[in-house]
């Protein structure tokens, strides 16, 4: 009769002991997850703002010259940081956060 009960003590211990253990190993895991889909900052070449060289007394075709060139380096940033295919954008989609 005491071997049973014995026995019955003894799983009921073993169940306990991990249980803990395993919510403190759940949480570490969670924790990690969330610290791995943070995106990182943004790089200093999609922070960069532009502006145009144009100064006063230039000639207008060469004024606009430089304003074109400007603004197609500006939209190669915005492409190539946010627009879809950009890396921002990509690391994004694949943690899952859009």
Partial sequence: MRLPIAL??????????????ASIA???ARR???EARELPELPDWCRREHESRVAVGDPLDVALARVAADRRAYRDQVRECFG???????????RGMQ
């Fill in 8 to 21: 019955s003590a003894l799983i009921f211990c073993a169940s306990c002991a991990d249980g803990p253990a």
């Fill in 32 to 34: 990690v997850v969330a």
């Fill in 84 to 94: 879809p295919g950009g890396w921002y954008y990509t690391l994004q989609r694949h």
């Fill in 26 to 28: 759940s949480a570490e």
